[in-house]
């Protein structure tokens, strides 16, 4: 039993409640603000280092020129190879992953039941703790070392593309489980919707559900490539790396972005770490702008209200 | 072009739960016929095995006849879409899809069903909203989407979404339950005038309003939780209403169970 001496509802106007409740409130708003800025100013203090370092070297020099034939007391040198090795691998990948991943979630949400669809299921989250330099490893062992040299009379083929099925590999689990998530929300009442008009299946997956689905799906891939641009280990082991320019990624070595930016940090050049940091800007950019280009695309697609 | 329903011994399961037991009826082209009951009577599991929706869920299937016009939509050489075509469904809730627009969402069972023709789609859009009492109210917005339209009026969408692609028999879940007095007045007069041209079936909790729209009633009950639900009694509604030949309709109907 309460306190309270009098039958009835709590006087209005009861001081030392309200204080104690005014208290708590304060100091639970200030530890979720206190929260948000401290979680807010890594972020800032990233993106702050990265302009006023970057800034320096990103000129059309940079952008338009590669590495070949820059030496160690050159000031000049670009990045031109590395966006290109960098755009063409992960668009790759992103051919590559996109089909197979959201098939994959279709199967497993629309028509998977019983021990294969948990299997498939289980191994895609399997995939999503793979450490990047694992997927280079298994890419250089089965592709480059053993697959390529039966076409290549006997040498072993780094290319773009191995990086590309290297990065493949890692963005796969990414779509995969993105995409299923987005298609259990889609509401059940929607599918009954289409099969109640005698719309078959298949197509109430591709133009009921897979539409309503669409944003989350594209936010899930942007965030699998913009992944895949940041790896640096499976591209050094299967590309190689490339200070000229190749647009060819089925032969040749190829560089990228990241491995720009882990070369220039580690080359003996007074000049090397502005480049560094103009590459890790540019990245950055790049997968930027790619992200608002994907959700606006998404976007206009679906009404707006 | 109506048709007449005629279940023989439809028995409905969840997995290895026996929903209905047994149900036979015959219900009879243009009229309207409301299922009434407590819930998890099987109302809504019988409406559902009709147009083959119930085997949409996991592990639900169903046993006997179901003969639309004198043919078992559960023959095996039965092309299920051809039968949800034929009967058309609207849901408890309204389910507009939420990616397409009033127009879209209208036409959407012509078009996947492979209609292209355009000025066809038009005709088909206008007459469908107009039986669905909603033409006049959307005519200048059809390309905004079906989401952003009243309750009363998504569901009206939903109506005329089903009867755009021409079925001859209309199954309605539930379709006032989410509804206001006004928009259900709306819908129940709307029945009344569909039923010159289909066979409606209608579930509904409110009794009132299935003495109100409907030619005949059939009540469902189960004898207690676990055990499959069972049509108690079918006839013509004034008489269930007034005179029911079985007590248990009478303690349903007058409030005193259920």
């Not at chain 1, 034939?69 to 992953?97: C, K, M, P, S, W």
């Not at chain 1, 040299?149 to 995969?176: E, K």
């Not at chain 1, 109640?196 to 197509?203: D, E, I, S, T």
Request: net charge neutral.
């Amino acid at each position: 039993m309460s306190d309270r001496t009098s039958l009835g509802p709590p006087s209005l106007a009861d001081n030392r409640l309200t204080r104690r409740r005014i208290i708590t409130d304060r100091l639970a708003t200030t530890l979720v603000y206190g929260a948000f800025l401290l979680a807010l100013a890594p972020l800032l203090s990233v993106a702050w280092t990265l302009l006023s370092k970057g800034i320096e070297r990103l000129d059309g020099n940079f952008l338009y020129t590669s590495m070949n034939n820059i030496a160690a007391f050159d000031d000049r040198g670009g990045a031109y190879h590395a966006i290109i090795g960098t755009l063409e691998q992960a668009g790759i990948a992103t051919i590559i992953t996109v089909p197979l991943g959201v098939l994959g979630a279709i199967y497993i949400v629309e028509y998977g039941r019983g021990w294969f669809a948990s299997a498939i299921r289980f191994f895609v989250d399997v995939m999503t703790g793979i450490p990047s330099i694992v997927a280079g490893l298994f890419v250089l062992a089965f592709w480059v070392l053993v697959v390529t040299p039966v076409f290549n009379d006997g040498r072993p083929g780094f290319s773009g593309f191995a990086a590309a099925l290297a990065l493949s590999v890692l963005m796969l689990p990414t779509v995969v489980r993105s995409t299923e998530e987005m298609l259990r929300l889609v509401p059940a009442a929607l599918r009954e919707g289409a099969y109640a008009l005698g719309v078959p299946k298949w197509l109430t997956i591709t133009r009921v559900v897979i539409p309503t689905a669409l944003p989350g799906i594209v936010t899930g891939v942007m965030l699998a490539i913009a992944r895949a641009c940041g790896e640096t280990a499976p591209v050094l082991l299967v590309a190689g790396g490339n200070p000229a320019i190749n647009f060819d990624p089925f032969s040749g070595n190829q560089s990228s972005l990241s491995l720009y930016v882990f070369e220039q940090a580690g080359v003996a050049s007074p000049y090397a770490p502005a480049r560094a940091w103009a590459a890790a800007l540019t990245l950055v950019t790049l997968v930027l702008t790619l992200t608002i280009a994907a959700k606006l695309l998404a976007r206009r697609n679906t009404l707006t209200r | 072009m109506a048709k007449r329903i005629q279940a023989n011994s439809v028995t409905a399961y969840y997995g290895s739960f026996k929903a209905i037991d047994s149900i036979t009826m015959t219900i009879e082209p243009k009229s309207v016929t409301a299922l009434i009951g407590p819930s998890g009577c099987g109302k809504s599991t019988f409406l559902r095995s009709i147009n083959r929706m119930h085997e949409v869920l996991p592990d639900a299937r169903v046993d006997g006849q179901l003969l639309i016009d004198g043919q078992n939509i559960y023959d095996r050489d039965i092309d299920v879409t051809a039968v949800r075509r034929m009967i058309g469904m609207v849901f408890q809730r309204p389910n507009p899809f939420p990616t397409m627009s009033i127009y879209d969402n209208v036409i959407a069972g012509l078009k996947l069903n492979g209609v292209r023709r355009k000025p066809m789609l038009d005709d088909a859009c206008e007459k469908a909203l107009s039986s669905a009492n909603l033409w006049e109210e959307v005519r200048d917005r059809l390309n905004r989407p079906g989401g952003g339209l009243s309750g009363g009026q998504q569901q009206r969408l939903c109506i005329a979404r089903a009867i755009a692609v021409e079925p001859q028999i209309l199954l309605m879940d539930e379709p006032c339950s989410a509804l206001d007095p006004i928009s259900t007045l709306a819908i129940e007069d709307l029945i009344s005038e569909l039923k010159n041209e289909y066979t409606i079936v209608i579930v509904t909790h409110n009794m009132q309003q299935a003495a109100r729209v409907s030619d005949r009633t059939g009540f469902f009950s189960i004898d207690r939780t676990g055990e499959p639900g069972r049509l108690i009694e079918y006839d013509d509604t004034t008489k269930i209403f007034t005179n029911p030949s079985i007590k248990r309709t009478e303690d349903y109907i007058t409030g005193r169970f259920g």
